[in-house]
């Protein structure tokens, strides 16, 4: 049996309001069995918290992602780490910068990236972090910041080798998307014969990025099948054998926390 793993998605998003109960079947039979669901802001990182309870496959992530930042305010702070403390809560984030879109300021991404690192450090549990646009700046802060003991994981990758062994020098393991599967991402999947095996990690972003065959539609857990056959593909191995070694990579970045809930 092959066991995959959705390390990034956003089931406590509004477009999966309908039909969740439906996605997560179409999941499991899809062979994923478990999924890190990343909080966003302050809501969505308490909904984030409330589905890893209500669904044992689903472990949180708690965060504020860089579009929220000039949001925070008052005890939001206080809040993010009381839920970061909880026994389902796997990693902190998504945190990092996006000045791709710069939906809040430059100055408010970089504050409450470098508050959430200080969180997972106080809490010990890896950083999932978003950059866009924002490599260097990303890199720099990473390198001034103490890191927690399993350091964390560069969601949805889009830089180049170079970036890429900087993350992994720090000891950051990287996950790659549905952006693997498009026709012309030639330098993402030469990525693939770059990165450690034992450092890789796949992910949907659901609703976000949907795979090739699914593009301009909703994405979801299932689909990160597809990036797994992608990849597989690219590196010219066994589907089961690459799953397993992605399945460990998961966990001990994780925790042993996954296990039981597979
Ligand atoms: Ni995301």
Not at 24 to 39: D, S
Not at 129 to 139: F, G, N, Q
Request: proline share 5%.
């Amino acid at each position: 049996m092959i066991v995959l793993i959705d390390t990034h998605a956003h089931l406590d998003f509004p477009k999966f309001k309908n039909d969740l109960d439906k996605v997560l079947g179409r999941a499991r039979q899809a062979g994923v069995e478990a999924i890190i669901n990343a909080g966003a802001d302050q809501r969505s990182s308490k909904n984030s918290v409330a589905l890893s309870r209500k669904y044992p496959q689903v472990g949180a992530s708690v965060g504020i992602h860089p579009h929220s930042a000039a949001e925070v305010g008052g005890s939001w702070m206080d809040e993010l780490a009381s839920l970061a403390g909880s026994d389902t809560v796997l990693a902190v984030g998504e945190m990092g910068l996006d000045y791709y879109r710069n939906l809040s300021p430059r100055e408010d991404q970089e504050k409450v990236f470098r508050e959430q690192l200080r969180l997972a450090c106080r809490v010990d549990k890896p950083a999932i972090i978003h950059s866009r646009d924002a490599h260097e700046e990303t890199l720099r802060i990473l390198k001034e910041e103490e890191l927690p003991s399993r350091v964390g994981v560069m969601h949805c990758f889009s830089g180049d080798r170079r970036l890429a062994g900087d993350f992994l020098d720090l000891g950051f393991y990287i996950s790659l998307a549905g952006p693997l599967t498009y026709p012309k991402s030639h330098a993402l999947r030469d990525l693939l014969h770059y990165i450690p095996e034992d450092r890789l990690l796949f992910e949907t972003d659901a609703p976000y990025l949907s795979p090739q065959a699914y593009r301009g539609k909703r994405n979801e857990p299932a689909y990160v099948k597809l990036v797994y056959e992608r990849a597989a593909l690219t590196l010219g191995q066994d589907l089961e054998k690459l799953a397993e070694q992605v399945y460990i990579n998961a966990v001990r970045l994780f925790s042993d926390q996954l296990v039981d809930r597979i």
